[in-house]
Nanobody, 125 residues
């Protein structure tokens, strides 16, 4: 049974940083590209960033470029999202997702096969 469990969300002020973590189990982790998505109330689920199975390539949404960094530690079956300079518009539930291929990186949520339960990130002004 594949499980993805996010942690690290919280309530912070604008300009602060958070580091999200996603723990994966039940899969050969290095064979899966991993992504982070977010969803604000009343809005579509939005691509934030993703990383190839071996960690050699990353892709970022324009909203995340220069502020967010995705990384993975395959020996630990974990993927991370470092978020700096947070803005109120970053407020959303953040989801970890796994795709059944290590590459290429794709942005559409419909091609990701497994999802975590989400962790709330709230940024106040």
């Amino acid at each position: 049974q594949v499980q993805l469990v996010e942690s690290g969300g919280g309530l912070v002020q604008a300009g602060a940083s958070l580091r999200l973590s996603c723990a994966a189990s039940g899969l050969t982790f290095r064979n899966y590209a991993m992504g982070w998505f977010r969803q604000a109330p009343g809005k579509e689920r939005e691509f934030v960033t993703a990383i190839t199975g071996n960690g050699d390539n990353t892709v970022y949404a324009d909203s995340a470029k220069g502020r967010f960094t995705i990384s993975r530690e395959n020996d630990k079956n974990r993927v991370y999202l470092q978020m700096n300079s947070l803005k109120p518009e970053d407020t959303a539930v953040y989801y970890c997702a796994a795709r059944r291929y290590p590459e290429p990186i794709l942005r559409s949520p419909i091609v990701y096969n497994y999802w975590g339960q989400g962790t709330q990130v709230t940024v106040s002004s």
